[in-house]
């Protein structure tokens, strides 16, 4: 029995309790622990990824209660990448948090070890109630770490975001209960091979049910028109907290592509690729509001929020061609945009801390300590947003026109992508030249902070290195998401690897 | 809270330091799982220990009873007041002009002073007939009671004092 | 099962929901809160009881088990009832102030004495002093708490 | 001959219910309406006893246990709120 | 290897400059100047292999599946652009140690600067257009960096923005250009591209991809209308100037027009595409340089101006155009990096390079002069010199042209713009270098160091030694790279002073002499010249961008205005779409379930829900009824589920509403107790429709469900129950042990909730806030006793008894309903009323638990028993259970889902107890004077007294 | 019934999104319970209704309702009782740090 798939959620899972109740007052204590576990994570999801990286699919009966009653975890190729990815990111956060962030209110450890277990279950479990389980586990976390430290804004933007997540719950329970109520089933494997056995007559609830679904996972992925909780959320939250973030929008993508793969794609008979008319417009217009959030910026959290959600669009953009080609493709730009995403708000956090008074606003103001190191780090972050060479954005971006190109509306997206590029060059160059290049021009210095915020400099250090190790490993990269990409789109693998060969039915294999 | 000087107390007394309670409580219990077993028995006593030890802080100075056959009586008699009480109450809504009803606060002077004791009454009062127990004075001495229907008021607190208080009295110290 | 416990049954689900139903329409029919205090405190709590002791007698002569669940929830609503009475009787003196009470021989009703005390206090510092009674520092009671007759 | 005192209840019950309702509607003080709701919760635990009785089950009586032991709870919270604005000090 | 080696040298090299810097700017210059040589040297050691014809290759994978690889390869035309980046490079790297002052940072400058020439290496190496791509891009950024160098200047910062923008758009077309023309020859492989002009040119999407590979060239190469942004960039300093701007960057696009020619030339589409652009550009240059009074903006529009020239050549699409625009290029890298370098020595010594305040620098700085006359002169067209040899093939050229069926029109403007050359280029001797100095200069001029005066030396010399024996000189070269850029057989040419009276003579002849006309009536010329329309296209440019910026901004901030009603009004909005759409569009057919019937009962109950909805409704402004009207609802849903065979549920319901109504009412006292009207008329009619709309939608969801059958698994579930759960309360063996884990996630949400409140209580008693809690005044009358007797005498009573109840519901769970999770709320509400009845202080000494523990402990005890099945290797949380006897007990049952479930207890009153002990803290301390925290806040890390 | 069942669930889903579409955080929060009754009995309305066949196993049951949807609600009800708590206190902070409790954040009106 192979237990190591369920330690990245119970690992994380056991460290918050015990941070609670033993380093509770220590944090230096609670440093040591969140970090190690942490580190353990990273370990866990590498050796995952060694075990499914021959293309096996490893699935866990919580319970030993067979698949469909009981719960079952799944670790294939994409699951366990988004858990390295996970663990990547959440090492590199951490540094910065640790260099003081985490003081500013109470518990920031546990929930941050919480944070994680959502994360990590929800790219884990291959049952679509427990989903909502894990959805609620990760949101209520981010709950909790996004009004860390307190302030009016903050608290403002936190009751913001926990309503407009209230309100996707309830969407999801009421899609949930659609979905069960015809093809009556809970887990995914099993929805995929109900869905097209559903009669005519209850098609309509469950594609109806489905659809809302997506919606909800849509919300998670910032997607227009339910993305409006994103830029007051990752503008407001603390800077670890939006960097940690990042992956929450990927966990709705994630999702989209498990769910309306899986069960919603080929062999889903009336309901066969349910998801792809919705969703390209869609992904098409959150790319383009994205960049011209970019554009308008006027703070630089506000700019990293905007460039976030256009690299949603675009990432959705990839997914939504729902083929295996486009997959990976949007696969590696999940990577390149969580870590490059994530990075921003890091920067414009050590930014604001710098300019005390005028914070990260686009507005100039005299230099500040350790101007140019921040100036690098932004250019380079910045190249990597907005998809510039020679960085992993241009590759994932390249990556993409080329899978959009047999697409009926290959030539629009052709154009909103490049052109919103152009967008996000304008935007992150003004951004750029208004916060570093003017400053020089402005007299007088801000007064150096008190710490050199070394462990902070490690995390964007950390990141950025990511995004330079995705562009030169472009090569064994893709050729892995592609694999990756393979692999979900061949969906009866998955479906044997959780209900075995004896469920299938003849004509599926 | 024991007081410094008190004398150590003896084993069955920190077991047990509110028997009646224990034995009410694992009595409850077996009725609780509908049967009788050594082991519901053993449960129950385990938490008939446990439950008192648990919250003892909660109830500091729990009332010593005076004597507890008057209980008994006490309950019986409430019950019948009860009855009757709901039959006048019944009428009283059901077919007097509300013009008629001698509606009206009365004071009743307390002699009880135990708080368990004052919330017996007070209890007592508002589940009998057409009166309810509205407020204790800040001293705690009187009883602020509503009547429904008191034509005569020193008649009616003083049949509370008697019918309820006196025996009260002798049961709460 | 005998008849009479069918009749007895049926007659204490009768009465019951006889007492149910009039204690809901005293609380129609009667003109003011302290009056309608009265309705429902008692005709529903002879409902209730009346249809608990309906089912008492029920499982005991359909099972002949005693079951005590209606018991307990006889005690609680004895406990209680009570007590939301007199909770609803001081609520509603304090918002609408009553000005026919009988006055106790020392102290005042404790829903306003020491009341108009306080609020004066709190008018002129709005900091009523005890950090220690919040923190629980000091162990000290409330002031009509029976732990310190 | 139960099956008919139990239909009798369940329409006495329900009409108390709604006498409860219309209450809850008139008011006129708050106090009025945590009266009326407080009435509701007795009644509904008289209905569960009787569907207890209907349906020959004791499924059903920790509802009633619970709502009897926690029904005053809520009324109490209110008066308090009413009384003090700080339900617990 | 050394191919590749002599792109990435320059890449390697940018990190010296920045450390050298510490040893000095000599220091750092050699260190520059060294890896720049090196790399020319490398490149030189190829030259016979390249005149020899060959092509050198160099090949590694990069992104196999995007066929985009680090492939290079080096033929003629590499080779020339190479030698010219490299060694006009390292001209520049010694003319720019002198010409940087002691407070410009020189190690980034160098650094900057490498960057660059590796990029543009890059460009003109790549052997896949991908990867050239990459490298054009790269060219854009180091250029952002180079032209903002002084970031001081506005007019640098705005140049580099101007710069990045437009050639950043254009290099995104030229992206997906590329990918097209990859696509159509079925390789990015430049090598393999070149070999597919048939199947380009055939294709469909070939004038797609040349439209769009154009707009990269012609903005990289500030062609009309693309030119403006050129000048502006002149705000860098000048060797930036010279290099990028003159010999290097701006024929990045000349260079992908003439590597792509013979692919993409030939066509129609091509010839009036690229040659009519050149062509205006060069007219409407050399018109504009004519009155530019800034040196450098003068030499940034004649550049302008000749790379028109080039690309008219390249445009016209015949191999002898092509041999004369790849001669143009290389005469005008010389001649016109010479004279940028001048402009930068009579700035550097006189302080201006405003043309207006100079004159008669001959006199004052002989060298300098004599060099930029002969420069100038070249730029001209004056025989002898190189670059009268390619203005005469150029005019050839066009006076073989017919445009549009109409032969005159392009000998005639190109003589036009001959003639503003040779009149700008003699303003630039004349009017600087002779007649009387315009008046004192800001600084006093003298010839410069030998560093500065000996590169545009040197380049001087190959003007006139080109000029002299084009054929010697040049004609090897000049062979080599038009070969590769014809890519077949040369045509017929010759590299001579005389050609005999051509009619390019004839045509030269006028244009030097109506130049120098031109000259003459400089002044009335200016006031046409004044007195006509100036489209200033940096005003063009900063307004369009200004408007881009401000409509991105009304339509980001119209739209993002923060508002959570807009929010949520989109998001339920779009569920109502989503939902009426799908259910409309696919098929559907009413169930043929049978229904129950509607008792009396549920008919009242259905009528208490209506009422009290429509109540809270109508009351909801009243906040205390509102809650109060709510736990109606609450209670009738309990019904419900008791009614529809529910009753954990019920008793779930039942507790969860009381420990809410307790939560709500402690945040209340705190909150405005009405609430106001402010939702406009409109606002509160679209609501009502959207909550409809949703009500309807769900409600029809809900009927549409329960009256068809159902397709369930829960046969297995009442099957497995007993033999395999070991309890007969399904709903509790699915909670504890079918689905426990989704119980383990349950109970840490509520353990974070619990968390998060504590964070957000505790933090709401410090700071800012922390003053305000402490300042807080009740906002209504209270009543004198806080704690009345009778309350404090029955909660008391009732403590014990809760807990037995508590326990027995917990114990019975798995067989009956009940459980864990309700005996924890049963516990807690027990423990609340305590809170409640005799005041927090009072309950919090007596409470001996930590909370935070229970949380944790009840976590990691519902954790442990999921573990210890690993000791069976079994999956987590595989349960078990069995039946035991013990003497006197008897038969009874143990299940390790027991334990499990102790866990959810745990947790669930750790985590009720610690929010609600927490919020009633806060009521404690608001009426508790504010505490004396001084300026300093307090440790957060200390434990404080009073925190569970 | 399920009618009844079925419109009371349209009518708190219809009453909760009303109520949640307000300016202040009482009446948001008051709409999202409404919203998580709707969700729970809709949840709850999948294992289809039926009367006193409640999903304990006994010899004497005449037949069991879907025990799944049962416990699925029971979770949804506990988490979404976390939830209440946490928008709840959030709020309450959110008065206390900008001294209105409107949604977004605004001012009290001078009025
Ligand atoms: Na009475
Ligand atoms: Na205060």
Not at chain 1, 46 to 58: E, F, N, P
Not at chain 5, 11 to 27: E, M, S, T
Request: some cysteine; charged content about 10%; hydrophobic content about 55%.
């Amino acid at each position: 029995m192979n237990h190591w798939i369920i330690a990245p959620i119970l690992l994380p899972a056991i460290m918050a309790p015990i941070l609670l109740m033993s380093a509770r007052y220590d944090i230096v204590l609670a440093r040591v622990f969140s970090l190690a576990s942490t580190v353990a994570l990273l370990g866990i999801a590498l050796a995952l990824g060694s075990m499914v990286g021959d293309g096996q699919i490893l699935s866990y009966a919580l319970g030993n209660w067979v698949a469909p009653f009981g719960i079952v975890l799944v670790a294939d190729r994409l699951s366990v990448m988004m858990l390295v990815l996970t663990a990547l990111l959440a090492l590199a956060v951490l540094f910065f948090a640790i260099d003081g962030g985490d003081r500013d209110g109470r518990h920031f450890h546990a929930l941050y070890q919480f944070q994680l277990m959502g994360i990590n279950g929800a790219f884990l479990t291959g049952d679509f109630f427990n989903l909502f389980v894990f959805f609620e586990v990760l949101l209520i976390a981010s709950y909790g770490l996004m009004v860390h430290g307190g302030g009016p804004a903050r608290v403002k933007a936190g009751v913001q975001y926990v309503v407009i997540n209230l309100v996707g719950s309830t969407l999801f329970l009421i899609a949930v209960g659609m979905i069960y109520s015809v093809a009556g089933t809970l887990n995914m494997a099993d929805l995929a091979l109900k869905v097209p056995q559903v009669a005519a007559a209850d098609q309509a609830l469950l594609q109806a049910g489905a659809l809302l679904l997506l919606l909800v996972f849509c919300i998670k992925a910032a997607l227009v028109p339910v993305h409006f909780w994103l830029p007051g959320t990752y503008a407001n939250a603390p800077a670890p907290v939006a960097a940690l973030f990042a992956i929450m929008t990927k966990v709705g993508a994630y999702c989209v592509i498990r769910l309306y793969v899986l069960a919603f794609g080929e062999e889903a008979g009336a309901a066969a690729w349910l998801a792809a008319p919705w969703l390209l417009p869609a992904a098409l217009v959150t790319l383009t509001l994205g960049m011209i959030g970019v554009l308008a910026a006027r703070r630089l959290g506000q700019l990293a929020s905007f460039a976030v959600i256009g690299s949603m669009g675009m990432l959705l953009t990839g997914i939504a061609l729902f083929t295996p080609q486009a997959l990976s493709a949007a696969l590696y730009y999940l990577l390149h945009s969580t870590l490059a995403g994530a990075v921003l708000f890091l920067i414009a956090d050590l930014i604001a801390r710098r300019r005390p008074g005028i914070d990260d606003q686009l507005s100039p103001a005299p230099r500040f300590a350790q101007q140019s190191l921040l100036a690098a780090a932004f250019f380079v972050a910045a190249i990597a947003a907005t998809g510039m060479p020679p960085l992993s954005g241009f590759v994932g971006k390249l990556l993409i026109l080329d899978a959009a190109r047999d697409n009926l509306q290959a030539t629009t997206i052709w154009a909103l992508v490049l052109g919103t590029s152009l967008l996000a060059i304008i935007g992150f160059g003004r951004a750029g030249s208004t916060l570093f290049w003017k400053s020089t021009a402005q007299p007088g210095n801000f007064p150096a902070p008190a710490t050199g915020n070394a462990l902070a400099l490690v995390a964007i250090g950390l990141l950025l290195a990511g995004n330079v190790a995705l562009t030169l490993f472009a090569g064994p990269l893709t050729a892995y998401l592609e694999a990756t990409a393979q692999q979900v789109f061949a969906t009866h693998r998955y479906i044997e690897a959780v209900l075995g060969n004896t469920v299938l039915p003849g004509g599926l294999l | 809270m024991a007081h410094p000087s008190a004398p150590r107390p003896t084993l069955l007394r920190r077991w047990f330091p509110h028997p009646l309670l224990s034995l009410t409580l694992t009595l409850i219990w077996l009725l609780l799982i509908n049967g009788v077993s050594v082991g519901g028995l053993l449960v129950g006593l385990t938490l008939g220990i446990a439950i008192p030890r648990l919250t003892g802080g909660f109830w500091p100075d729990r009332p010593g009873i005076r004597n507890y056959r008057r209980i008994f009586s006490y309950l019986l008699l409430v019950m019948w007041d009860i009855a009757v009480a709901n039959l006048q109450v019944a009428r009283i809504i059901l077919f007097r002009p509300l013009a008629s009803l001698h509606t009206r606060w009365v004071c009743v002077p307390l002699a009880l002073t135990s708080p368990e004791g004052i919330a017996v009454f007070a209890g007592t009062i508002t589940m009998t007939p057409g009166t309810v127990s509205c407020d204790l004075a800040a001293d705690g001495k009187s009883l602020l009671v509503h009547c429904l229907d008191a034509p005569d008021p020193e008649a009616a607190v003083r049949d509370m004092k008697e019918r309820y208080e006196s025996r009260l009295l002798e049961i709460f110290p | 099962m005998a008849w009479f416990n069918e009749l007895l049954v049926s007659a204490l689900i009768v009465i019951g929901a006889s007492f149910a139903l009039v204690g809901s329409w005293g609380l129609v029919r009667l003109p003011d809160l302290m009056s309608r205090l009265h309705a429902p405190t008692k005709a529903t709590t002879l409902g209730v009881g009346g249809a608990l002791v309906a089912s008492m007698v029920y499982f005991l002569a359909g099972n002949g088990t005693l079951s005590v669940h209606e018991l307990l929830i006889t005690l609680f609503l004895f406990l209680t009832a009570p007590l939301t009475a007199h909770f609803l009787a001081k609520a509603w003196m304090h918002s609408q102030r009553p000005g026919d009470l009988p006055q106790p021989a020392q102290r005042g009703w404790s829903t306003f004495d020491a009341g108009e005390a306080e609020r004066e206090a709190a008018s002129d510092q709005p900091r009523p002093p005890p950090l220690s009674d919040a923190c629980g520092s000091s162990a000290s009671p409330p002031p009509a708490s029976p732990s310190s007759p | 001959m139960i099956e008919y005192a139990i239909h009798y209840a369940y329409v006495a019950i329900s009409l108390g219910l709604l006498f409860n309702l219309w209450r809850l509607f008139a008011g006129p003080s708050t106090t009025d309406r945590v009266l009326a709701v407080d009435t509701m919760v007795i009644n509904v635990i008289a209905l569960i006893i009787v569907y207890g009785i209907q349906t020959g089950s004791t499924m059903y009586f920790e509802a009633a246990l619970l709502l009897a032991m926690f029904g005053f709870v809520s009324t109490v919270a209110y008066c308090k709120f009413i009384l003090r604005g700080n339900i617990i000090e | 290897m050394s191919l590749a080696l002599i792109v990435i040298l320059p890449f390697l090299g940018a990190a010296l400059p920045a450390l050298l810097i510490r040893a000095g700017r000599n220091a750092c210059t050699t260190g520059t100047l060294a890896t720049s040589l090196l790399a020319f040297l490398l490149l030189l050691t190829h030259a016979p292999a390249v005149f020899r014809g060959e092509v050198l290759q160099a090949r590694w994978e990069w992104i196999p599946q995007l066929g985009l690889n680090v492939n290079f390869f080096l033929d003629g035309l590499g080779f020339f652009f190479a030698g010219l980046i490299l060694g006009i490079g390292l001209l520049i790297i010694v003319y720019a140690r002198f010409y940087l002052s002691k407070e410009d940072p020189m190690g980034s400058f160098y650094s900057y600067l490498l960057l660059f020439q590796g990029a543009m290496v890059g460009v003109v190496l790549s052997d896949n257009i991908l990867l050239l791509v990459i490298f054009w891009e790269l060219t854009s950024l180091s250029s952002f960096l180079l032209i903002g160098y002084w970031k001081h200047l506005p007019a640098g910062r705005q140049g580099a923005r101007m710069a990045l923008t437009v050639t950043g758009a254009g290099g995104l077309a030229m992206i997906a250009g590329m990918l097209i023309l990859g696509n159509i020859a079925g390789s990015y492989d430049l090598s393999t591209i070149l070999q597919h002009k048939e199947a380009i040119q055939a294709s469909p999407l070939y004038l797609p991809a040349l439209l769009l590979i154009l707009a990269g060239c012609f903005t990289k190469s500030a062609q009309f209308p693309f030119h403006f942004w050129l000048p502006h960039a002149m705000a860098a300093p000048t060797p930036v100037s010279a290099y990028l701007h003159s010999a290097t960057m701006v024929k990045a696009g000349l260079f992908l027009m003439a590597r792509l020619w013979p692919v993409l030339a030939g066509t129609d589409e091509w010839f009036y595409l690229v040659a009519s652009t050149g062509l205006v550009t060069m007219l409407i240059g050399a018109w504009i340089a004519l009155f530019k009074d800034d040196l450098k903006g003068l030499l940034a529009y004649s550049t302008v101006s000749h790379l028109g020239l080039v690309t008219f050549l390249l445009g016209l699409g015949s191999p002898l155009a092509a041999v004369a625009a790849v001669f143009h290029i290389l005469n005008h890298a010389t001649f016109k990096a010479a004279l940028f370098m001048n402009a930068g020595i009579v700035d550097h010594e006189t302080g201006t390079r405003d043309i207006r305040q100079l004159g008669g620098l001959m006199t004052l700085m002989p060298i300098a002069g004599t060099l930029a006359t002969i420069a100038a002169a070249s730029m001209a067209g004056l025989p002898l010199l190189n670059g009268f040899l390619s203005k005469e093939m150029m005019l050839e050229q066009a006076a073989l042209t017919s445009w549009l069926g109409l032969p005159w029109l392009v000998p005639l403007l190109a003589t036009l713009a001959a003639t503003f050359s040779v009149a700008y280029s003699f303003r630039y001797i004349v009017h600087v270098y002779f007649g009387k100095p315009a008046g004192e200069t800001p600084r006093h001029p003298h010839d410069p160091p030998f560093g500065m005066w000996g590169p545009p030396a040197l380049l001087v010399v190959l003007v006139v030694l080109i000029g002299l024996f084009p054929a010697s000189v040049a004609g090897p070269l000049v062979a080599t790279v038009a070969g590769a850029v014809i890519g077949g057989p040369l045509p017929d040419y010759h590299l001579a002073i005389w050609h005999g009276l051509t009619p390019a003579l004839g045509m030269s002849a006028i244009a030097v002499a109506s130049g120098l006309l031109l000259l003459a009536g400089y002044a009335r010329l200016r006031g046409l010249w004044s007195a006509g329309p100036h489209p200033e296209a940096k005003a063009v440019f900063d307004a369009s961008v200004g408007a881009a910026v401000r409509l991105a901004q009304a339509l980001t901030h119209g739209l993002h205005n923060g508002s959570l009603q807009r929010h949520l009004a989109f998001a339920i909005g779009s569920a109502v779409v989503v939902g009426f759409t799908a259910f409309a569009m696919a098929s559907h057919a009413p169930g043929a379930r049978p229904l129950l019937p509607a008792t009396p009962v549920a008919i009242v109950a259905w009528l208490l829900l209506l009422g009290a909805t429509g109540a809270l409704l109508a009351l909801h402004r009243r906040r205390l009824l509102s809650l109060v009207v709510v736990g109606v609802i609450g209670m009738v849903v309990s019904l419900a589920f008791v009614y529809l065979s529910a009753p954990d549920l019920a008793l779930t319901q039942i507790s969860v509403e009381v420990v809410t109504v307790i939560l709500m009412l402690l945040a209340l006292n705190f909150l405005p107790k009405e609430t106001p009207l402010e939702s406009s008329c409109g606002r509160r009619l679209r609501d009502g429709l959207l909550a409809a709309l949703a009500g309807i939608g769900v409600g029809g969801a809900a009927w549409a469900m329960t009256t068809r059958d159902a397709a369930t698994l829960s046969g297995y579930y009442l099957e497995e129950s007993v033999p395999g759960g070991g309890g007969t309360n399904v709903v509790n063996v699915i909670l504890v042990d079918f689905r426990g884990f989704d119980t383990f996630g349950e109970i840490i949400v509520l353990g974070i909730a619990a968390l998060t409140i504590y964070a957000l209580l505790d933090g709401a008693t410090r700071g800012a806030v922390g003053r305000r809690l402490a300042a807080w005044a009740p906002d209504q009358a209270r009543a004198a006793d806080r704690h009345p007797l009778l309350l404090v005498v029955a909660t008391r009573v009732m403590l014990p008894l809760a807990l037995l109840v508590g326990a027995f519901i917990f114990l019975r769970g798995h067989n009956v309903p009940g459980g864990g999770f309700i005996a924890g709320l049963v516990v807690a509400i027990a423990l609340i009323m305590q809170y409640m009845a005799s005041g927090h202080g009072w309950a919090a000494v007596r409470m001996k638990v930590d909370y935070h523990a229970l949380i944790g402990i009840g976590v990691l005890t519902a954790a442990a028993t999921g573990v210890v099945a690993w000791l069976a290797d079994h999956p987590f949380l595989t349960s078990a259970f069995g039946h035991f006897h013990l003497p006197l007990v008897g038969e009874f049952e143990l299940a390790s889902a027991m334990a499990f479930d102790t866990g959810v207890f745990l947790t669930v009153v750790g985590a009720v107890m610690l929010a609600l002990a927490n919020l009633s803290r806060i009521g404690v301390l608001a009426d508790a004077p504010p505490p004396q925290d001084g300026p300093m806040e307090p440790d957060l890390s200390a434990p404080r007294h009073g925190d569970h | 019934m399920e009618f009844l069942l079925s419109s009371a669930i349209g009518l708190l889903t219809a009453a909760g999104v009303y109520l949640v579409l307000r300016a202040r955080t009482w009446p948001v929060v008051l709409g999202l319970a409404l919203l998580s009754y709707a969700t729970n009995l809709f949840l709850f309305a999948t294992g289809r209704l039926v009367l006193n066949q409640p999903p304990v196993i006994s010899a004497s049951a005449a037949g069991y309702t879907d025990p799944l949807p049962q416990a699925l609600v029971l979770t949804a009800i506990v988490i979404s009782f976390g939830m209440t708590a946490v928008i709840v206190v959030m709020a309450l902070r959110s008065f206390f740090e900008n001294g209105s409790d409107h949604v977004d954040g605004k001012a009290e009106d001078a009025a």
